[in-house]
């Protein structure tokens, strides 16, 4: 008599190489050409939840009267009903939208922070759909840029805020939604610089009979008892990392 069997499966990632140039092209983008070049400024708008206060409109708030600004970073405090147009007025184009919904009773934080400089391309891939340009990994040094400031900056302002809103025996917390980057041309057009890459997930496995899994359950229990509780819980931790 054949004993079944029981095939279990260990997961791999595998990444393969950046899209080529006969997808892109598929997709519509096209080469730079000529003495062709694009000028952009970068931009990040990160959206906090801000959990422990709600505001309180009344007839004479004006939602831009919350703007301010430190250095190259510009934010507001604004509330489900105002924030797609507090979002407007941050990137100054009416058409940008992210969609939140109105009639949230949330209230938010907005934090832009524009890179005053404006970086180059000339070379890649590029292509312009409803009035926006979208380049193709064309700016990788000005992401990398915004993404530094971000980091020495945003935090300092949060933690002020938090110390600034919280009342004298509790503290409000904020809840990070979202973070988008983009761009504005010398023009005031959107910019979208993309970055794609293509992955995909590949398995293994070995097969166990059921004898071997009563086994291994059965010796659990020792193994269990002598595990520290921090041990455990760093283990569990590491093997929910997905690899890079």
Not at 147 to 162: G, Q, R, S, W
């Amino acid at each position: 008599m054949v004993a079944n069997t029981i095939l279990l499966i260990g997961k791999n990632k595998i990444n393969f190489m950046e899209i080529s140039s006969r997808m892109l092209q598929n997709i519509g983008f096209s080469r730079f050409s000529g003495n062709h070049e694009i000028e952009a400024s970068f931009k990040s708008l990160r959206i906090y939840d801000i959990q422990g206060i709600t505001l309180e409109e009344n007839l004479s708030y004006e939602p831009q009267s919350l703007l301010q600004s430190v250095g190259q970073i510009s934010f507001s405090i604004c509330s489900g009903k105002t924030i797609n147009e507090i979002i407007s007025s941050l990137v100054c184009d009416k058409s940008f939208s992210l969609g939140f919904d109105p009639n949230s009773s949330s209230t938010y934080l907005l934090i832009l922070n524009s890179s005053p400089e404006y970086e180059t391309c000339n070379r890649g891939y590029w292509k312009e759909e409803e009035g926006k340009i979208i380049t193709y990994n064309c700016f990788v040094d000005a992401r990398k840029n915004i993404d530094a400031h971000d980091k020495e900056y945003i935090p300092e302002l949060l933690t002020t805020l938090t110390t600034a809103f919280s009342p004298p025996n509790s503290s409000i917390s904020l809840k990070f939604l979202s973070r988008e980057v983009f761009a504005h041309t010398r023009d005031q057009k959107i910019l979208i610089d993309l970055s794609l890459k293509m992955s995909g997930e590949g398995y293994s496995a070995y097969r166990i009979v059921p004898e071997e899994i009563l086994r291994t359950i059965q010796n659990l229990g020792p193994i269990s008892q002598n595990l520290y509780g921090n041990v455990a819980h760093f283990f569990d931790l590491g093997t929910q990392e997905k690899d890079n």
